[in-house]
Structure formats: C-alpha cells, structure tokens
C-alpha cells in the first residue's frame, strides 16, 4: 500500500498533482481543503466553525481535522492507498497521523515536498482566487498570512519526516507534466 503525504505551501499544485496521482495509481485522496469547503458550502456546524479560522487564514483544529482523516480511511480500508493533501499541517497533527495509521496497521510510505517560490506561490493564488472565487485567494494580505503560518507550524514538518526517512524534496516550479513525471519517479520505487 502506498501512503503518500504530498506537501507544499498554498499554492504549490497539491490539489492538480493529486488528481493525476489518484488517476494512475488509484490512491484515496484525503484532501482537508476540500472536505472542509464541502462543509462550508453545505453550511455545516463543522463547516461554520471552520470558516470561522480559514477566513483568517488560520489553521483548523487539530480534533475537527483528524476526525474527518479517520473517517475517510475507515471508509476506504482497502484501497491501494493514500494520497494525503494538506494533511498533516503541523508535528502534532503528524503523531496523531502516525498513531491513527497505527491502528490501521498502515504508514506513511514517503513525503513529497513541492518546492515553490513564494512570490510565484503569491500570483497564482491570486489567479485562482479570481477565476474560482474562493475569499482566501483574492487577497494579498490573507495570502501572505497563509504562508506566515505555513512557514512556523507547517514547514517544521520536513524535518518530522526527514528524520523517519520518508522526506522527498522536488522542484514545483517545472511545468505540471514535469512535476508530475518527477513525482511517479519517486513513487515507483515504493514497496
């Protein structure tokens, strides 16, 4: 089984690289993002305690998060895999993963980190904000805090992961076929 936690700020191409992972190798997407703005658009208490955060660009509580993880994965117990985007977000959230998969008698096999230039992270937030109308895109401000909690909770989580072994960094800023190509390299060479 493959259980994959793609990594990377807003903006890096998490979302577009897991649906071309999930199509080839056939891997369960656990997206939070999108779990969460279901829950948001179906005005949900979960999602009204959650917009509550996000509209600040902050992060979603740890116990509202791994609830709905582990849902997802018991809904799917015998899938060829995981694809985990945007989930874990902070070296809490990555022992309760560890803990949970434990349970499950599965792992994290690999994560793959998608390197991107904030600046360049910045405009096509801001470009996905206008064509898709999502608030935590079209402003500069709300962005930028994005990446300030991204920078002290999020990105400590390479080292986590560098220090099991299972840490991959590759370049973001090829076109999305490159990336992707870079990305099924790894992927290939796990059991």
Known sequence: MKNIVLFGPPGAGKGTQSEKLIEKY????????DILRAERAAGTVLGKKANEFIEKGELVPDEVVIGMVSNKIDENKNSSGFIFDGF??????????????????????????????????????LLR????????????ETI???FRVYNNETFPLIDFYKKQGK????????????VFDDLCKIIEVIN
């Not at 904000?129 to 500069?140: M, V």
């Open 26 to 33: 056939k891997l369960i997407h656990i997206s939070t993002g």
């Open 129 to 140: 904000g206008k064509s898709s109308g999502r608030a935590d895109d079209q402003s500069e």
């Open 144 to 146: 930028r805090n994005r």
């Open 167 to 178: 840490y991959c960094g590759i370049n973001g800023m090829y076109t999305i076929d490159e």
């Open 88 to 125: 874990p977000r902070t070296n809490a959230q990555a022992v309760a993963l560890d803990k949970l998969l434990q349970k499950f008698s599965l792992s994290i096999s690999k994560m793959i980190a998608l390197e991107v230039d904030e600046d360049e992270l910045t405009k096509r937030l």
